[in-house]
């Protein structure tokens, strides 16, 4: 059977069979042991095709029942092949296409139903099928068939008891992993381990049949590119009229109207995808060369804006009237003239342009490979980044689990703003492939997509990559926290704002370098049962006590139960829930009867102060933008030219925090009380400890620690904290003040 004659089950037949699945006491898995080697059905083979007689015998086995026969015709047929990647047309879309006539389809309907009776009835009957097809519509045929088509026509489907089994399993109750477990049990037939990746497509082609007709949105499931000049297709509503760039038809809908390719914007309609549309643009030179010109990309219609040759406005509503570049963004009528030339518009600086990355050819033992790889050659694909001249080439690297399904999104749109070999996602590998691809480039910046975690991460990996230059590095913060990136001037977190507008923003930001310490967590001899330390290197804070306690119960609560935190106001009634109720417990009082501090060489007295908490600072942001240090006074501040530990209360008041100062701020907590008073602004910070260049800490009780954010329970140990290194960050546009600020700064001034 070819693809075009594919058969599938109406909703209500869907229905119907989940109904008789819900009802089976049996389970799929049992039921597929009866015909295996040891089972009382072992003369049928799972691994070869079957006939509709066995397909039968296993769905009564399986039901219990027998089904009714449209039913089990339909459903057989619906396994005779692959189904195609792209949602088949249904009979009326593909009518209001006006590609088949009237008779053509009358042909392929009797085509099909003659292959539905030849391959359904039973073996002890004769296939005179052929010979039941209405006498009006073979009049109809004759002239127009094909003579060869009878002879293909007449093929038995083919239909494998795996697939069967995949389908049936995906129907039934269970646990997700379960279900993995059993198809990847299921389709290993060589049992090594592995799943090539015809195998996974058959997978794959089952959750597409469940998840349409459980109208499910299945576009994630497709496969997407394979390679350069292939689309990637998402599903999309449209705020604005919007037309098929294949047939010119305005995309209808009320929710999802149509396919729109992340990479070029390419919107076509579901049943016009499988057509003979063209290719999506290309990421790459194929000359091994540098030196190729740069022409336009064009997409043509679904823009309003205005043409940026007679600067009139395009007026979408109108069908297809105008083209944009899928690089530079210039967009223009499609009876203006058109420059041929493209230079990379307003994100030249950032772009790489598919000119400037050229392929080159190496040994597989060479090194490492920043491309495609041959899975049988032994020469691998990389790339050679040539960037136009006075331009600084950007590296985004896209957490997508950061925020909620923020990173997707945002992973989805730069690779549409710029090209998409620049765009990595860290779920494939990490930042490292990214950096290795940026490797040989000059003047290249790094732009990190996500929370404080992924920032570090991303740190970590271009401390390990030996960058002659450390690239510059700038943050786009993704959920909730973000004290680095507020630090920053980056904000607490992305708000749908423009790309584009934070792209140049990137372009314009000066550099300012970050310290990031060292933490060396040694333990006793007799060490007891602890957790593992999340970090050994220190960007923000390291703290010991109350608010690493609350921190440590809000780790382990969401580990149990993740559904209770799914939104920022739960997250904060667990914080204020576990804040309370710390304030009673007190269970890091008498601090400084378990803990020993030193700074610099120098200790320091806790005897007298009754503090439940201390904090290590190296920004001026902690609990997602309280600032534990306070505001020193500019006309009080001094700025200190050696690195001599301070500690004296009196000199703690005129001291400054800066995060390129290579030095350390240690402040005191009361409790949660005073926490919650700080977070609040009812108390302007905790108390000053003292300023120094390196810390030493020494526990004699288990206690609860945190590093950035990742709390642990330590048992006795030693803690020591000294530079490491630092690194440039890019500092983002200056922030708005408000009204009342100025008013404040005014009255200040007076």
């Known amino acids: 059977m070819s693809e075009e004659c594919w058969v599938s089950l109406t909703p209500e037949e869907f229905d119907q069979l989940q109904k008789y699945s819900e009802y089976s006491s049996k389970k ?169 990746q015809a195998e996974m497509d058959r997978i794959v082609n089952q959750m597409l049949h469940i998840a349409q007709y459980l109208e499910w949105d299945p576009t994630e499931l497709r496969p997407g590119p394979t390679g350069d000049g292939r689309h990637a297709w998402t599903m999309k509503h449209f705020k604005k009229p919007t037309y098929c760039n294949f047939c010119h038809v305005m995309l209808m809908g009320v929710r999802k109207q149509g396919l729109c390719c992340i990479y070029c914007k390419y919107t076509v309609h579901e049943r016009c995808v499988s057509k003979n549309i ?7 030179s194929k000359t091994k060369r540098g030196g190729e010109v740069m022409q336009h990309a064009w997409v043509e219609g679904n823009t309003s804006v205005k043409c940026d040759r007679c600067h009139k406005s395009i007026k979408c509503y109108q069908s297809v009237t105008a083209r944009h570049c ?101 779920d494939n590998g990490g930042p490292t492939p ?32 030996n960058f002659a230059k450390h690239p510059p590095v700038a943050v786009l913060p993704l959920g909730t926290g973000n004290d680095l990136a507020r630090c920053l001037h980056w904000g607490g977190g992305y708000e749908g704002g423009s790309l584009t507008k934070i792209l140049k923003d990137i372009e314009q930001s000066p550099l300012v370098m970050l310290d990031r310490w060292h933490l060396e967590v040694i333990p006793r001899e007799e060490v007891e049962n602890g957790d593992q330390v999340p970090y050994s290197i220190m960007n923000n804070y390291f703290s010991i006590g109350v608010d690493a306690s609350i921190a440590h119960r ?12 799914n939104s920022r106001m739960k997250n904060k009634l667990w914080y204020f829930e576990f804040g309370t109720s710390e ?20 200790g320091v007295d806790l005897s007298n102060i009754f503090l439940e908490g201390i904090a290590i600072l190296n920004i001026p942001s902690m609990y997602g933008g309280t600032n534990l240090w306070g505001e020193t006074k ?50 302007s910070a905790g108390r000053r400890l003292a300023q120094c260049s390196s810390v030493t800490i020494r526990t004699n009780k288990l206690l609860p620690m945190q590093v ?22 890019m500092m983002g546009p200056p922030q708005k003040s408000s009204f009342f600020s100025l008013r404040r700064k005014s009255r200040s001034k007076d």
């Not at 039901?63 to 089990?72: A, G």
């Not at 290795?436 to 929370?451: E, I, Q, S």
């Open 326 to 426: 899928v690089w530079c963004r210039m967009t223009f009528h499609r009876k203006c003239e058109l420059s041929m030339l493209c230079d990379g518009g307003e994100l030249k600086d950032h772009i790489l342009l598919p000119t400037s990355i050229c392929p080159v050819t190496r040994d597989r033992q060479g090194g490492k490979s920043d491309g495609s790889v041959s899975a049988k050659g032994e020469l691998v694909m990389q790339y050679k980044i040539i960037p136009t001249p006075g331009t600084h080439p950007l590296l985004v690297l896209v957490n997508p689990k950061s925020g909620g399904r923020q990173g997707e999104r945002i992973l989805r749109k730069f690779h549409y703003l710029l090209n998409p070999k620049q765009v990595f996602n860290l």
């Open 708 to 729: 950035d954010g990742e709390p642990w329970m330590q048992p006795p140990c030693t803690i020591k904290i000294v530079h490491k290194n630092q690194v440039p960050m």
């Open 583 to 602: 304030t009673f417990a007190a269970t890091c009082k008498k601090l400084h009867d378990h803990i020993e501090l030193e700074c610099d060489g120098v």
């Open 554 to 565: 809000f780790h382990v609560m969401r580990e149990k139960h993740p559904e209770k935190f």
């Open 434 to 465: 990214g950096l290795n691809f940026f490797r040989d480039t000059p003047d290249f910046r790094v732009l990190a997509c996500g929370g404080d975690g992924t920032v570090g991460w991303i740190l970590d990996c271009i401390d390990k990559a």
């Open 634 to 683: 500019k006309n009080r501040a001094v700025i200190r030219e050696s690195r001599k530990v301070v500690t004296d209360p009196k000199e703690l008041k005129f001291c400054i925090q800066d995060l390129s100062d290579q030095l350390l701020e240690v402040v005191g907590l009361e409790g949660a009380m005073e926490m919650g008073q700080i977070y609040t602004g009812l108390k």
């Open 278 to 284: 063209p290719g999506c643009v290309k990421t790459y």
């Open 28 to 196: 799929i898995k049992d039921v597929l042991a009866e015909f295996n080697e040891s089972g009382s059905h072992k003369q049928y083979d799972s691994h070869e095709p079957i006939s509709y007689d066995v397909f039968k015998l296993f769905m009564r086995t399986y039901l219990e029942v027998d089904l009714p026969q449209p039913l089990s015709t339909n459903l057989f047929l619906a396994f005779s092949q692959k189904p195609r990647q792209e949602t088949p047309d249904h009979p009326k879309e593909g009518a209001s296409n006006g590609e088949a006539s009237a008779p053509e389809s009358n042909i392929q309907n009797i085509d099909n139903a003659a292959k539905a009776d030849e391959a359904c009835a039973p073996d002890t009957e004769s296939k005179t099928t052929e010979k039941q097809v209405p006498a009006e519509g073979q009049v109809a045929a004759i002239p127009l068939e094909n003579p060869v088509a009878p002879s293909s026509g007449s093929e038995s489907p083919t239909v494998y008891l795996k697939d069967v089994v995949c389908y049936l399993a995906l129907l039934e109750t269970g646990r997700p992993q379960d279900k993995l477990e059993f198809m990847f049990r299921l389709y290993d037939s060589d049992e090594n381990g592995l799943l090539d």
